[in-house]
């Protein structure tokens, strides 16, 4: 079998071991195999393939999906309840297994409720958001962006402080038409003045608040 079709039919190219799905870290009530499973603080990490549905989250005020592990971990360990938050790691960009669970937990959401999603201020971020936007779309819910329009950079006297790198025209440009398509104006207002690429785990890590 050639490379590129290892590759293509799930072998690690490195040594032929079999790719799986990453584990889903959710703080969430889920059904798995059949069984319903509470939360174990701080969090789950499942099988997103075992998963077969999702408790109704009557309780929850936000849904916050973070890119970002470090992020997560942060997060996990502040009173998520007490806001009414409930979250979940994307790994990076959300895979297909990883998106049929964000459906269901979008489904299982109060109408009320807002799905929001912070992750890196650059070009990565807002594709990865503009994806979850997507699904949101399909399901008859509107993404808001968390932490990427500056308010969870710290205060300090130089933008610079920081920032990653300065962002190049593609990426610019990138983000412009992410930003126009889905009306994140603030996010853009933002990244069209400062032109940086900011890393999720620079900010500061403060639960949302509902609308």
Wanted: glycine share 10%.
């Amino acid at each position: 079998m050639a490379g590129g079709d290892l590759r293509r039919g799930g072998l690690g190219a490195a040594g032929g071991i079999p790719r799986t799905a990453s584990p889903l870290s959710v703080s969430v009530r889920v059904m798995y195999n059949g069984h319903a499973l509470d939360v174990c603080r701080p969090y789950l990490g499942l099988s997103p393939t075992h998963i077969d549905g999702v408790e109704p989250m009557g309780e929850v005020d936000t849904l916050l999906t973070v890119e970002n592990l470090s992020t997560f971990h942060e997060l996990a360990r502040l009173p998520l309840a007490d806001r009414g938050c409930a979250l979940i790691y994307t790994a990076g960009m959300p895979s297909p297994s990883w998106l049929r669970i964000y459906r269901l937990m979008l489904k299982a959401l109060p109408d009320a409720a807002e799905v929001r999603h912070w992750c890196d201020i650059d070009a990565g971020g807002f594709r990865i958001a503009n994806r979850l936007a997507a699904a949101c779309q399909d399901e008859g819910r509107a993404l808001r962006l968390y932490g990427m329009g500056g308010e969870l950079n710290r205060e300090t006297q130089e933008a610079s402080e920081g920032a990653r790198k300065a962002l190049d025209d593609g990426e610019l440009r990138t983000i412009r038409r992410i930003c126009a398509s889905r009306d994140w104006n603030r996010e853009w207002a933002f990244v069209d003045e400062r032109k940086l690429a900011y890393e999720q785990e620079g900010m500061r890590v403060i639960v949302p608040t509902p609308r």
